[in-house]
T-cell receptor
Framework: QQQVKQSPQSLIVQKGGISIINCAYE??????FPWYQQFPGKGPALLIA?????SEKKEGRFTISFNKSAKQFSLHIMDSQPGDSATYFC????????????FGAGTILRVKS | KAGVTQTPRYLIKTRGQQVTLSCSPI?????VSWYQQTPGQGLQFLFE???????NKGNFPGRFSGRQFSNSRSEMNVSTLELGDSALYLC???????????FGQGTRLTVV
């Protein structure tokens, strides 16, 4: 019940296209869903996060869509750029458990110029 | 504002030795969490500290331990190192428990 399943494992998108990464969770107690971006040799950087009281959150070119009934959430990267090429991780946590984040396996995104 | 600082960045240790990793959180942040990242297991939660007390622990053996000091700085210790402990160890800090977590660059531990 603690798993977060992430897909696809890897993704190739043309410059200017839309990158879509999906995550599904089982534990309905999760109430915080962040996305992280990681470049080689660096730690994960917080991109955007959502809580279940909203269905969508947008920050610049990054949008999280959240479907509580389906227990799914996704990251959309609009107008994808070569600089977006990185590994993306979704995660989930239950607030009363503090910062015990459960991570997805990661998606390697490559944006072709 | 300085980010999360982890030291050292790289470590090579021999099987059976012990190691101590250090994490300085963002100024004002009181919660520190530790994660292990490996190609096979991904990112796995080790433990969380808040107000010098361990608040949460992941599924790791007792060889993995940590502590937090009054200035919120944290250390983690791994005793009797095994080859499988080779990983990137990441520290994340947040202002309070359950708020946004920001990661450091990690310590790359290689056990030979």
């Amino acid at each position: 019940q603690q798993q977060v399943k992430q897909s696809p494992q890897s993704l190739i998108v043309q410059k200017g296209g839309i990158s879509i990464i999906n995550c599904a969770y089982e534990n309905t107690a999760f109430d915080y869903f962040p996305w992280y971006q990681q470049f080689p040799g660096k730690g994960p950087a917080l991109l955007i996060a959502i809580r279940p009281d909203v269905s969508e959150k947008k920050e610049g070119r990054f949008t999280i869509s959240f479907n509580k009934s389906a227990k799914q959430f996704s990251l959309h990267i609009m107008d994808s750029q070569p600089g977006d090429s990185a590994t993306y991780f979704c995660a989930a946590s239950k607030s009363e458990y503090g910062n015990k984040l459960v991570f997805g396996a990661g998606t390697i995104l490559r944006v072709k110029s | 504002k300085a980010g999360v600082t982890q030291t050292p960045r790289y470590l090579i240790k021999t099987r059976g030795q012990q190691v101590t990793l250090s994490c300085s959180p963002i100024s004002g942040h009181r919660s520190v969490s530790w994660y292990q990242q490996t190609p096979g297991q991904g990112l796995q939660f080790l433990f969380e500290y808040f107000s010098e007390t361990q608040r949460n622990k992941g599924n790791f053996p007792g060889r993995f331990s940590g502590r937090q000091f009054s200035n919120s700085r944290s250390e983690m210790n791994v005793s009797t190192l095994e080859l499988g402990d080779s990983a990137l160890y990441l520290c994340a800090s947040s202002y309070y428990r359950g708020t946004e977590a920001f990661f450091g660059q990690g310590t790359r531990l290689t056990v030979v």
